[in-house]
């Protein structure tokens, strides 16, 4: 069956760095589109970023562009988040997610696969 494990998830200073990694199972994982998203307590899931099959197009949310990068090692099963400057309003559950469309997108509802997700804090 398909799975996603996510790992990484720290409790970080503000200003702080963090990466987080996606290991996919149970599928193709060099055909698919992955994204990061994150939801924060009592706040509707968010797209934080995007990458196709080929780790050649990518997105990412307003809020973390010039912060956040996103990355895929399709040998390794894996896909990255490598997060700058982290904020207190970063603070929350990241998860990542796979999606049946070529271009993938920022919108939770076209993912139908999902990891259990990662706790992030920043805070001082």
């Known amino acids: 069956q398909v799975q996603l494990v996510e790992s990484g998830g720290d409790l970080v200073h503000p200003g702080g760095s963090l990466s987080l990694s996606c290991v996919g199972s149970g599928f193709r994982f060099k055909d698919y589109g992955l994204g990061w998203f994150r939801q924060a307590p009592g706040k509707e899931r968010e797209g934080v970023s995007t990458?196709?099959?080929?780790?050649?197009?990518?997105e990412y949310g307003d809020s973390v562009k010039g912060r956040f990068t996103i990355s895929r090692d399709n040998t390794k099963n894996t896909v990255y988040l490598t997060m700058m400057d982290l904020r207190p309003e970063d603070t929350g559950v990241y998860y990542c997610?796979?999606?049946?469309?070529?271009?993938?997108?920022?919108?939770?509802?076209?993912?139908?696969?999902w990891g259990q997700g990662t706790q992030v804090t920043v805070s001082s």
């Open positions: 997610a796979r999606t049946p469309l070529t271009i993938p997108t920022l919108r939770p509802v076209t993912y139908n696969y």
């Open positions: 990458i196709n099959f080929a780790g050649t197009i990518t």
